[in-house]
């Protein structure tokens, strides 16, 4: 059962789609009619209301990748179909200790938190004060703040940590701290960098090639929707043509 | 340290990789020369041995990536890139409890069992009588037999489950099985499918729409590497062209 | 030098682009300012004029894919970024006589009839009134209608050639045309299909497979396109994600 | 008919493809059976013969890609699938005057002269004697000699050429050229550079925005094949990743 407080994603047989956090007495106005949140409180998930102006919305749990599409934000974000990608090449499991630098927002802290789990820990780093205080309220309102410990710093001096399983840097200059961050990380443990452009995919190899790390790769992904119609079945007309590129090394001692 | 009964992967700087369940007294065999278990037990993850050649072969733990590419198998697999997608579009996180369907070598079901977590579930259907006995080899060489449920059973009948929080579908006419799927999972509970060809797309997508299910999409990924040389930056020359088309749908009540 | 009658490309440098037909004495409006006509008379091609609010535009000529993305247009198009790859793959070349079945606005007649030259001949096929009166105009626009013999036709019945050295198949239901493409090709001769969705694929397949004709193939292009700037190069943020798939096939008697 | 002297292509149903030039008396050793020459003389095109193991093959004439993947050579070429893209970029066409440079095998070389036709010209520039004279051969070959004015030059000092309508650069370093492309074209006149690294992408283009051309692009495409089987229609498993990088762009003055 659906109570106050709780987040829902309102989804209309259109697409339209609302991310609204529950709060007895008010109302949300949207283009396609106004909806009382008192309405939404005691429906099942999965199950529906209707708009001021007739129109359906199904009442769902939002998922991870519903959370950073509709978070507050003032940065560029990793593109949420790269995070699983990610989560999947540092090799990211319950009860891992792992560093966050460059939070932005704070996705991909939220990503990490999820699959560290109740046991593990996410050490989160940012040098602005204004994309701080964003992450610290974006991570209350995910529920993830217990499992993260973010840090107002520069990472130039190096991090507080040693030995984590894995290090996630999205900075604008990742080069300058791959020596930093070599020394955070447990033998073996996985180092992941996303850059936007080709000049940085170069800089940072440059210096990777001269630190004890293996296993270097670089990938981009294309991710393709389609039209999902059964008689007419062919990809959309326009897709998202770039992400970012994806840089994975391994430390060796 | 590495220890007896550890699996470890061992790498070469020219990228071979070979995967190693360590016992006392053994020793392994490769084009790059011979390494004795006895001499990397002790040794710290990170560090390296010699072959008898003189090769170098650094120590990893192995990721989950390095295990699906080194299990026994006698299935088709769904490709391990792809697999961070689904995990991420299932929304399947820590205490989940969710079904696999056509569990084949079992790759799947222990990307699940970690994202579930210790207090999560996988309930995991297979009718070959020896694909059941792969996985469950597999899964005890994994180490997550506790947390995956796997039956040998037809899923004509349905699932024994209700409530799941997902569904992922991995037969070859998924079409058959979406109203057993449907019963299955919770209000809001995700569907993911995947299958090789456009007519079976187009197969799904036909029952899909008859049946209570909402955010219905189709996607294909095109993950592209790079050669990592700073100077000389550039996509390989050839990648996978297909690894999967990927349905995914919501629950409605 | 550049004379009335003309059709002269004009190019900003922030890349707007207008195609204009030069006549004496006529003003041009844009939303970064006028051009007079008589100050582009006279100017040599590939230098400049200044419009009323002092942005300079060079003067090009047009190219094929200029005239096609400016052209008089009613219908969806084959992708002009398709057109040099299908050329290819049928192999059109100076003297070849050549059918295009399904003109519309009539790109790819304009295209063929450029590769087959002043000896080639484009047999041009289309059934509908409207797009017939509009190909008409775009060929004598582009200076091309003496070398394509354009029907206003069903081609149920049939084409009037026969030994044609290609045939290009752009209609919604090109598998019920292919027993009369194959009639109108000479032996060796090449057919090029273009459909939006892979059911169109499937079916065309399923009749090709049953009539004469070997090097059955099918194919998609992805055009990615670059932000071309030397210290930050990485692809645009999005593009187009399908043209068109193309199925070729060569007849054997 | 086919007659003596003729280049003609034998394809099976199976894909074997082989590329034969006639001469009576000789015959073709393949590894699914042995072929007389004088058996396809006197044969029409499309037909076909059977090797001495019953296997029958289709008698075809060679397109222009299927010339570019049988010729000899000793050099990287342009992807064929390429080359359309290229001559559609450049806007070639009958009667133009255009440059090669960096002729290698001469596989675009060829391209070039099939679309200026009869009343055109190539100039190619190579300045290494093994690649001349193999690039001779093989235009003699294809019968496009008299199109092509070959020069076994270095480039550094410029062309001999003024006006010409486009001039394509396939050379390691690109960028030393533009200046000398620049004072080749005629004002309005295109140029194209291919090159694998995303490092010489930066380079020509740091250069090109030094010199007078606009409209500078930079595109690469993914030719993507599907296996052609009606019933289970879906891409190849592995397909070329990367061709080339294709910088254009329009000389003014």
Redesign the interface.
Known sequence: MIKEGDRVLL?S?EGDEFLVKLQKGLKYVTHIGTIMHDEIIGK?????IETSRGIRL????P???DDIYNMKRRTQIVY??D???????L?V??GDRVIDAGVGSGAMSYALA??V??NGKVYAYERRQDFYSLAIKNFKNWGVEERIELKLRDISDGFDERNVDALFLDVPTPWEYLAQAWQAL?????LGIVV????Q???V??VL?DLPF?????????????????????????????TA?M?FA????
Chains 1, 2, 3, 4 share one sequence.
């Open positions: 989804v047989e099942p998930y999965g199950g529906s199904f009442l769902l749990q998922g991870i990748v949420p179909k995070i699983g990608f990610i989560i999947l090449m090799d499991k319950e999820r699959a789990g109740v447990k033998g073996g443990g996985r936007p452009t080709t000049n995919v170069q800089e190899l440059k090639y293996i296993r270097i790769e670089v990938w981009e992904n294309l991710f393709r929707p389609y039209k999902p119609v059964p008689d007419r079945l062919r990809p959309v007309d326009r897709m998202v043509a770039h590129f840089i391994t430390k060796f001692c």
